[in-house]
């Protein structure tokens, strides 16, 4: 991926976090984005002390006009971009349908829907306005796939982010814009903080082949292959990425 300027939004921590590192050791010039200012700079110096290139921006994806500034000066400084992963995302609320706030449903999707639509759009006008065959990976999840009790909110963003990439791969698959979503099962992030322990106890015993959670380094490799040359022939693929929970 040298000289492949890549675009990577909710890069401070988890998934986001390792997949900056992995694109940062195969050669790509980052552009990080985070709203947690701490964390996306020294991911930031991380890769840039590891002999990579990498700037990072604060961003809150939920703000359209602060992603459209965002993409004037990448447009202005960097000239192209080639790839995106849009990863920023929250967890949210766990709560029945009944007992949800308004207020949790809206940041839900505020964030986890609008924000990847925001950044979706600012992407491919900037691939199209510079004629850049371009590849992107939308971070969706399993709860986008199937149900989530007490997650609502979480799972019908998530299950609107697999319709949104299905459906954006379609339309510019013949410019030469790939668009493709990965659905991790349960990886090791602080988005399992609010899982309750018995439940997920559960479930890595019964309902995981592996018995065990996914490493946010094991996306991180997903999300790369994606984006490369290697995956030319893929796009509005949703990658479970599970330890074959959905087997």
Same mark, same amino acid.
Request: charged share 15%; no cysteine; proline share 7%.
């Given at each position: 991926m040298k000289g492949?300027?890549?675009?990577?939004?909710?890069?401070g921590s988890g998934i986001g976090k390792s997949t900056a590192l992995k694109l940062g050791q195969l050669g790509a010039t980052l552009i990080l984005t985070d709203i947690n200012d701490d964390n996306g700079s020294k991911v930031t110096q991380e890769i840039i002390d590891n002999g990579g290139a990498a700037h990072y921006y604060h961003l809150d994806v939920?703000?359209?006009?602060?992603?459209?500034?965002?993409?004037? %000066? %990448?447009?202005k400084e960097h000239k192209e971009l080639d790839m995106a992963v849009n990863n920023a995302g929250i967890g949210g609320v766990l709560a029945p349908i009944h007992e949800v706030d308004i207020k949790d449903w809206n940041q839900m999707m505020d964030i986890n829907l609008s924000g990847v639509f925001h950044c979706l759009q600012a992407e491919i006008q900037l691939m199209l306005a510079n004629q850049t065959p371009g590849a992107i990976v939308n971070v969706a999840s399993l709860?986008?796939?199937?149900?989530?009790?007490a997650?609502?909110?979480?799972?019908?963003?998530?299950?609107?982010? %697999?319709?949104?990439?299905?459906?954006?791969a379609r339309e510019y698959a013949k410019v030469g814009i790939r668009v493709n979503s990965v659905c991790?099962?349960?990886t090791e992030?602080? %988005?399992?903080?609010?899982?309750?322990?018995?439940?997920?106890?559960?479930?890595? *015993? =019964? =309902?995981?082949?592996?018995n065990r959670?996914? *490493?946010p380094e094991e996306i991180a490799d997903a999300i790369a292959w994606l984006l490369s040359d290697q995956s030319s022939f893929v796009t509005g693929h949703s990658l479970y990425l599970d330890g074959g929970l959905m087997a």
């Open positions: 492949k300027v890549v675009f990577v939004s909710g890069a939920s703000n359209r006009e602060a992603v459209q500034s965002l993409f004037n %000066i %990448i447009s709860a986008g796939v199937n149900g989530m009790p997650g609502s909110p979480y799972s019908a963003a998530k299950h609107a982010v %697999i319709g949104l990439t299905k459906s954006v991790p099962g349960f992030t602080a %988005i399992l903080n609010g899982i309750p322990e018995r439940f997920l106890d559960v479930n890595l *015993k =019964y =309902y995981v082949p592996m959670l996914g *490493k």
